[in-house]
């Protein structure tokens, strides 16, 4: 992939955030790396998505260095890069302040898999990730906002692509994906999950999860090594 088109990609992707129903203002960001020349790309801090060009899209290297673009990367951006060096199946990080995903980040609530929906998206209950503790929003926190993620999901053995979002108490949700856009389709099936998960406990407050049956059957007919949803 070339810069051209890795910059074309993050910017198309942060343009779709409006359409997508889940930022207002400039609350979310999309990024996107290419892993054979280590290079990644993000959008630029505050710039309205109406306005972004791919030749405002930033590109930094693994170390954090920006390597092309003359505006200043995301204020999230040492999120995004250690994700990155941590997780190197990744190719796209999200990351929105979308409203009903983020009802569960104020709650400190992980989002069960109450039906198919879910389970067609995302293995399982989506984890909520520990708020930072005062040193570490001191010493760095977009930093240790990335650090808390990917203690989070080792904790639980978890690959970021078979769950590719979690919830960050007291702050919102992160997803991930295997390139810039499909990072944003994850986050556009969590608020939906978010929602109906929502709806569905206030008709039903006792109801249960899925069951695990139906979970890994919905899941693993998308992601399994035997997946046979959509074309070849």
């Known amino acids: 992939m070339t810069l051209d088109e890795l910059r074309h990609q993050v910017c198309e992707a942060n343009r779709a955030l409006p359409a ?15 892993h054979a020349s280590g290079l990644w790309a993000i959008k630029p801090s505050g710039v309205d998505y109406d306005q972004l060009t791919p030749a405002d899209v930033v590109v930094l290297d693994l170390e954090g260095k ?11 951006t040492k999120t995004h890069l250690h994700l990155y060096r941590e997780f ?6 999200a990351h929105t302040h979308s409203l009903h995903a983020t009802m569960f980040c104020q709650a400190g609530r ?16 989506v984890p909520l990730v520990r708020a930072l503790t005062p040193e570490e929003v001191n010493a760095d926190y977009e930093h240790f906002t990335g650090v808390t993620i990917v203690e989070r999901l080792r904790e639980l053995s978890l690959d970021p692509l078979e769950m590719p979002a979690v919830l960050q108490l ?8 295997k390139n810039a856009m499909d990072s944003l389709n994850n986050s556009i099936a ?10 569905s406990y206030s008709l039903n407050p006792s109801l249960a999860s899925i069951p695990s049956h139906i979970l890994e059957k919905h899941h693993l007919r998308k992601h399994g090594p035997g997946a046979y949803y959509g074309q070849k």
């Not at 920006?66 to 999230?76: A, C, F, H, Q, T």
């Not at 190197?88 to 990080?93: F, L, N, R, S, T």
């Not at 992980?110 to 209950?125: M, R, V, W």
Request: proline share 6%; with cysteine.
């Open 170 to 177: 007291h702050h919102a949700p992160f997803t991930f994906g």
């Open 88 to 93: 190197p199946k990744i190719g796209g990080i």
């Open 110 to 125: 992980e989002l069960p898999c109450y039906g198919t929906t879910h389970a067609d998206h995302f293995h399982g209950t």
């Open 66 to 76: 920006v390597v092309e673009g003359k505006l200043r990367p995301s204020s999230d």
């Open 20 to 34: 997508s129903g889940l930022v207002r203002l400039t609350w979310g960001n999309v990024s996107g790396i290419d």
């Open 190 to 199: 969590l608020e939906m999950c978010a929602q109906m998960a929502l709806g």
